[in-house]
């Protein structure tokens, strides 16, 4: 699988785990503020409003997958959920995993 299909991928698996989670997230997360690189303006800190999505990593994590044993158990769920690139801040990564994030955010056509 080339890194862009994965990247679409975990992108699709985020939005479906939203969608069925939280499913007004699109109404929530403005593509003019899409900031991945930032906590509160990425993915899931615009749509839980929330001040430390770290934390909620955290929780869901746990709760998901119970991968407790890594001393950062949600990055793996996040990266997993398109949510992180796993990169940290590197200037393609974080570009591409936008790209597909705004994709995800295109009204679907009926």
Not at 17 to 39: E, M
Request: charged share 20%; glycine share 10%; aromatic share 10%.
């Amino acid at each position: 699988m080339t890194p862009a299909a994965d990247l679409a991928e975990r992108v699709a698996l985020g939005a479906a785990w939203l969608d069925a989670n939280l499913p007004l997230w699109r109404r929530d997360v403005k593509a003019g503020r899409l900031d991945l690189g930032d906590s509160c303006d990425c993915v899931l800190g615009q749509t839980l409003q929330a001040d430390d999505p770290d934390e909620f990593y955290f929780a869901v994590a746990v709760h998901t997958d119970g991968s407790g044993a890594e001393a950062y158990p949600g990055e793996r769920w996040a990266i997993a959920h398109g949510f992180d690139s796993g990169w940290g801040i590197t200037p393609g990564g974080n570009r591409a995993l936008h790209a597909e994030w705004l994709r995800q955010l295109q009204p679907v056509a009926a």
